[in-house]
């Protein structure tokens, strides 16, 4: 039996998410990870980073993925499914590449909990939308929103995977050693990789033109840049000779 769209899960996840978005600016604090990870946590809290990263990340593939595997195999099939791909994309790199290589910190497990409730949730909503909802002209692939938005969603993956990069080579295995990262759109930013993947979604929410899309880019811009502003911070007070023109997050702007 074909599934039909239902207007009000749409609706409820989008709210929710731009709900999530404003409430993390509103408390402004940062999420407990990394180098903000609470002391107080015991060890047997929290998770190895790269087993904490694919946990976390994984139900975002795996639920769009799982709905994009059930629609016909085509290269050029219908905009909906080219762009829950451009989705699946990002989510498999994130579960199986970022998450092999990164060298952070234990994650506490709560988080990593709510990082799985997290990616589930919006993994489905995103790709629910895109499959049984979203309607596009057949002309869509030819619309500068089509065309723009992936151009930008995959410009900031690419400022996303190379800032990844350049933080992974600060430190060799094992070093806990704070450095101040060179290079890329690190000289103008302390928040290089955020920046990346916020682009990504404000591509992405371009090319899909949808309501969940737009939630999601808005609740990144919210997550990320409150963690590129206490990573600026953080940067500011541990190292003196910190690049006075950098700024956290926005070139020569914020």
């Not at 309501?211 to 502003?229: E, I, N, Q, T």
């Amino acid at each position: 039996m074909p599934v039909r769209c239902q207007q009000s899960p749409v609706l409820a996840g989008s709210a929710t998410l731009a709900a999530l978005g404003a409430l993390t600016l509103y408390f402004g604090e940062p999420s407990g990870y990394g180098k903000y990870t609470d002391s107080l946590v015991p060890a047997v809290a929290r998770l190895p980073a790269r087993a904490a990263w694919f946990l976390q990340e994984l139900p975002a593939f795996v639920v769009s993925a799982g709905i994009l595997a059930r629609q016909p195999c085509s290269l050029f099939g219908p905009p909906g499914t080219v762009l829950l791909g451009l989705f699946c994309a990002h989510y498999f790199h994130r579960s199986f590449v970022y998450s092999l290589l990164t060298r952070g910190r234990p994650f506490p497990a709560i988080l990593i909990f709510r990082g799985f409730l997290f990616c589930m949730g919006n993994g489905f909503l995103q790709g629910y939308y895109l499959i049984y909802c979203a309607e596009y002209p057949d002309e869509w692939y030819t619309d500068i929103r089509f065309s723009l938005g992936v151009f930008i969603f995959i410009l900031g993956m690419a400022i996303n995977i190379h800032s990844d990069y350049i933080l992974r080579q600060l430190r060799k295995p094992g070093e806990i050693t704070y450095r101040i990262p060179q290079g890329g759109l690190f000289r103008y930013v302390s928040g290089a990789n955020f920046l990346g993947e916020i682009v990504e979604w404000i591509g992405y929410a371009l090319a899909t033109w949808s309501l969940p899309a737009l939630a999601f880019a808005f609740f990144s811009l919210c997550f990320l840049g409150l963690r590129a502003f206490h990573h600026h911070r953080f940067y500011l007070k541990m190292f003196e000779d910190y690049p006075k023109s950098r700024k956290a997050l926005i070139p020569f702007v914020f």
